[in-house]
Nanobody, 115 residues
Framework: QVQLVESGGGLVQPGGSLRLSCAAS????????MGWYRQAPGKQRELVAA???????NYAGSVKGRFTISRDNAKNSVYLQMNLLKFEDTAVYYC?????????WGQGTQVTVSS
């Protein structure tokens, strides 16, 4: 069974940093495209960052330069380092794995940026 478990969310002040983790089981991230998505109140779920099997990355324009997606194949985990956080980064963040056209989602972790 494929399962993704996110962790690392929480409350952080504007300008602060947070590191999200996504631990995968039942699937090897080295053979999967991985991504982080988020959904804020009143908005649709959007792609934040993605990394391909080959290591190519792409980011939403709103987070580029502030967020970094990475993976550790040995730990079968993917991470999202978030720096210089803004109020508008507040959302539920979801880990996603895609292999052979099949997508698996994590349960989500809440990130709240507030003074």
């Amino acid at each position: 069974q494929v399962q993704l478990v996110e962790s690392g969310g929480g409350l952080v002040q504007p300008g602060g940093s947070l590191r999200l983790s996504c631990a995968a089981s039942g699937i090897s991230i080295s053979f999967s495209h991985m991504g982080w998505y988020r959904q804020a109140p009143g908005k649709q779920r959007e792609l934040v960052a993605a990394i391909t099997r080959g290591g190519d990355t792409n980011y939403a324009g709103s987070v580029k330069g502030r967020f970094t997606i990475s993976r550790d194949n040995a730990k079968n985990s993917v991470y999202l380092q978030m720096n210089l956080l803004k109020f508008e980064d507040t959302a539920v963040y979801y880990c996603n794995a895609n292999r052979d056209g099949r997508a698996t989602w994590g349960q989500g972790t809440q990130v709240t940026v507030s003074s």
